[in-house]
């Protein structure tokens, strides 16, 4: 790999005195300010230790953030047209859904819900756009998947600025901050939920936060609670899990959801993206029963269906983003962050693609139509899964995608438990822009971007989830 290099925000090394100072600074400010996440080895509700984040904000040039965060209003409306389109979606998952349980499932439901006839037709989308740079591309973002459930990480990193200003500050360099751009994801995520609930229309309603077994990522969820009871007190949220669903709701004769003798105005999913958290049946009859519901379902099982990576391929197939779109410049727009992103079904284009990554597997990304990181396969294991799957239709459960290489950043990564100083690292940054979109399918009634996340992982690894404990928490520092 020759990728190029950025310099960081300041002149690296630190001084080991001035190093160990500041990350304990540092570390104190994280944990005080929930940059915080439960430790998955010795797992104590009553403790949060800090997430791993990186001490200074790594550099980002500042056009490629600013297009994507103009492109962000684009993608969600072109989304939220995918999402309502039947026949692209049937058409597109058609092949996958033969071989991937876990997406049957959720379009069986989408299925029954239509065929019963949809009982609520507006959606809340919360959506994240990831992207990498193209180092080869003279840096551009290219998209790396489109979120369009249990997005996470805009609570957290919404503080971040905050903390890397006061580490600039103590470090002497406070003229830098200029150069950080404000993050409001929080705030804006929140927006999502409460104008959803005011277009429910029914003030006695709650919000009901859908979440997992045990929250890791327990300060990322709790702040869009706080602040939703800071600014609309009259608005109870309730956290249950898809068991817990399934045990204590039920749906009234007007087909409203009910938990604890009240009607549910909107559904927010922190959980329920992959198999692992419909361990059985009941579960899944939660989700369909939640689908069928009046409650505003953030996501829709469409817009859930819309995020797969089948889809994401299938939208940068030539004449696509036009049938969508049209054929203005939004649309180069979008097709400009496209990566090359190719079909791998048991037909022509299917064939030649498991070719094309045969001849050289380092050039691609195997991914399945799976979300939560860890899932795809990369380099000598795409090779060896297109061998295995070649002749098997298992393979269109799969999408393959080119390998997007970004420019490194050096720095350093604090993590929790982990010795200090660390050393100096090559770092890899994926920038997440935030998006809010309310609608239906005639009409989109609030449509924004509202923030960013910036995830830097060591440039040596494949994948940089920070809830899988590989990448740490980040902020752009824009360059020009
Ligand atoms: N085309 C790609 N090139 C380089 N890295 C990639 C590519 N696609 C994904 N990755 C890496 O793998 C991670 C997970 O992939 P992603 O498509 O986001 O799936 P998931 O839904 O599991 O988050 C990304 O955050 C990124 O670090
Ligand atoms: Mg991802």
């Not at 069986?108 to 507006?122: A, F, H, K, P, Y």
């Not at 079904?345 to 045969?358: I, Q």
Request: aromatic share 8%; net charge negative; hydrophobic share 40%.
């Amino acid at each position: 790999m020759s990728q190029a290099r950025f310099a960081s925000c300041l002149p690296l090394p630190l001084e080991q005195k001035v190093l160990v100072n500041i990350i304990e600074k540092a570390k104190d400010w994280a944990l005080m300010h929930g940059v915080g996440m439960r430790d998955k080895k010795h797992f104590n509700k009553d403790t949060i230790q800090i997430a791993p984040f990186v001490l200074l904000p790594s550099p980002f040039p500042r056009a490629e953030f600013t297009k994507a965060i103009e492109l962000q209003p684009v993608l969600n409306e072109l989304m939220h047209k995918v999402a309502h389109d039947d026949g692209f979606l049937e058409s597109t998952l058609q092949n996958a859904l033969q071989v991937d349980e876990f997406t049957a499932n959720l379009y069986n439901i989408w299925i029954t819900v239509r065929n019963e006839g949809i009982s609520q037709s507006l959606s809340l989308g919360l959506f994240r756009s990831d992207y990498l740079m193209q180092n080869a591309d003279r840096n551009a973002i290219k998209q790396v998947e489109f979120n369009t459930i249990a997005s996470s990480f805009g609570a957290i990193t919404s503080n971040l600025p905050a903390m890397s200003r006061y580490i600039l500050r103590q470090l002497g360099h406070g003229d830098l901050i200029k150069n950080m751009p404000e993050n409001r994801a929080l705030s804006g995520l929140c927006s999502g939920i409460t104008e959803a609930f005011d277009l429910f229309g029914v003030p006695t309603a709650v919000v009901l936060f859908v979440v997992e077994e045990v929250s890791y990522n327990i300060c990322d969820q709790r702040f869009h609670e706080f602040y939703i009871s800071e600014t609309r007190p009259e608005i109870q949220i309730i956290r249950k899990t898809m068991n817990e669903i399934y045990e204590e709701t039920e749906l009234n004769d007007k087909k409203q959801l009910i938990i604890d003798n009240k009607p549910v105005a909107v559904v927010y999913y922190r959980s329920g993206y992959e198999p692992a958290q419909y361990p059985s049946s009941k579960e899944w009859d939660a989700r369909l029963r939640v689908e069928r519901s009046t409650a505003i379902k953030c996501p829709s099982i469409a817009y859930q269906l819309a995020g797969t990576k089948k889809v994401q391929q299938a939208l940068a197939v030539p004449g696509v983003l036009e049938k969508f779109m049209g054929g203005g410049n939004a649309t180069e727009r979008v097709r400009d962050i496209f990566t090359g992103l190719y079909s791998l079904d048991f037909d022509e284009n299917g064939e030649r693609a498991v070719e094309m990554a045969l001849e050289d597997a380092e050039r691609f990304v195997l991914k399945p139509q799976r979300e939560g990181g860890g899932n795809n396969l990369y380099g000598s294991d795409v090779r060896e899964a297109l061998i295995r799957m070649r002749h098997s239709r298992e393979r269109a459960a799969y999408i393959l995608m080119e390998r997007i290489l970004p420019p490194l950043v050096p720095g350093y990564v604090v993590r929790p438990g982990a010795a200090v100083p660390p050393p100096i690292t090559d770092l890899v940054s994926e920038l997440g822009i935030f998006g809010v979109i309310i609608g239906t399918k005639e009409k989109i009634f609030y449509n924004k971007q509202v923030g960013h996340m910036l995830r830097t992982k060591l440039a040596d690894a494949n994948e940089g989830g920070v809830a899988a404990g590989l990448g740490a928490l980040d902020s752009p520092y824009l360059i020009d």
